[in-house]
């Protein structure tokens, strides 16, 4: 594709299948990197959980490590730097004590410098309907900071999975100036087919962005099924890049900047958004 004019941003986002093996992981998530690389991008995304998918607690904590001591974090930060890409580590799984953890991304500059890291904010404690159930929060420290960084020539807003079910995250980060917002992502397959296409337009569409998230997908060796189908979405809420379906891939797209400040213009909804006070719950609790 060749290098990107002023103004615009070659981005790929990495779709994964990540298992067991962290080994295994890194050399996936590196091959794709540097295939994505080739093919001319200067801003990579790999998914949620590029080091380790494990469903199993006691299994989870024999494998993570400290920040200091993860083999995948000097990976990725080596590839970075010889590749002279911005690279963004959607999340590793980081020990943060004896039995908790970070769901951490990562953004690590053309140095290999990391720029930022982002300890996941919302916790996915839920039961779903076919049975399937998860509590996050009995593993992960939710982060308590959103994150804001200068990169690739604009401003990204970190975000990681469940996130991007809560607006108030992406708007306060586009109200910061972001014009490039992230949620990559585990989405269960169920989850998914639902709410997974929407959630990243309506993400887009509310903050006039460009939102990029990469995926994993498949059925994982932990058993879990994740809806894969990686995505860039316009800020006016066009797909303009997806890796098709589950399997591991990469798929890229230029991001014209331009267009995140000439959707402002035209749909003003950030300049134009007003506080407002909540009223009607007195009444109501009155008539009762």
């Known amino acids: 594709m060749g290098k990107a004019e002023s103004g615009t941003l070659v981005a790929a986002v990495i779709q994964m299948r990540s298992g067991r093996d962290v080994?295994?992981?890194?050399?996936?998530?590196?091959t794709l990197i540097r295939q994505a690389a080739a093919a001319g991008a200067t801003y990579i995304q790999t998914p949620e959980m590029t080091n380790l998918l494990e469903r199993s607690r006691e299994d989870l904590f024999v494998k993570i490590r400290a920040e200091r001591e993860d083999p995948s974090v000097a990976v990725f930060a080596a590839i970075a730097?010889?590749?002279?890409?911005?690279?963004?580590i959607g999340s590793l799984a980081i020990r943060t004590g004896v039995d908790r953890a970070a769901n951490r991304?990562?953004?690590f500059g053309t140095d290999g410098v990391p720029l930022a890291r982002y300890d996941k904010?919302?916790?996915?404690?839920?039961?779903?309907p076919n049975g399937e159930s998860w509590c996050e929060s009995a593993t992960y420290q939710p982060g308590e900071e959103a994150v804001v960084v200068p990169a690739a020539g604009t401003l990204i807003g970190l975000g990681i999975c469940y996130d991007i079910r809560f607006p108030?995250?992406?708007?306060?980060q586009a109200?910061?100036?972001?014009?490039?917002?992230?949620?990559?992502?585990a989405f269960t397959r169920q989850t998914g087919e639902a709410h997974w296409h929407v959630l990243q337009r309506a993400r887009a569409i509310e903050n006039g962005a460009f939102v990029v998230s990469?995926?994993?997908?498949?059925?994982?060796?932990?058993?879990?099924?994740t809806y894969g189908h990686s995505l860039i979405v316009a800020p006016w809420g066009e797909v303009i890049a997806e890796v098709d379906g589950d399997a591991p891939g990469y798929a890229l797209a230029v991001l014209d900047l331009e267009k995140a400040d000439e959707a402002r213009r035209r749909i003003p909804a950030i300049a134009n958004q007003r506080k407002f006070s909540l009223a009607g719950l007195r009444e109501a609790e009155a008539v009762e």
Request: glycine fraction near 12%.
């Open 175 to 185: 109200g910061a100036g972001a014009r490039v917002l992230t949620g990559p992502a």
């Open 81 to 88: 730097a010889e590749l002279q890409i911005v690279l963004h």
């Open 23 to 30: 080994a295994a992981n890194i050399d996936a998530a590196s």
């Open 121 to 128: 904010i919302h916790m996915f404690d839920v039961d779903l």
């Open 168 to 172: 108030a995250l992406f708007r306060a």
């Open 105 to 107: 991304g990562f953004l």
């Open 214 to 225: 990469a995926a994993q997908g498949g059925r994982h060796e932990d058993g879990r099924e």
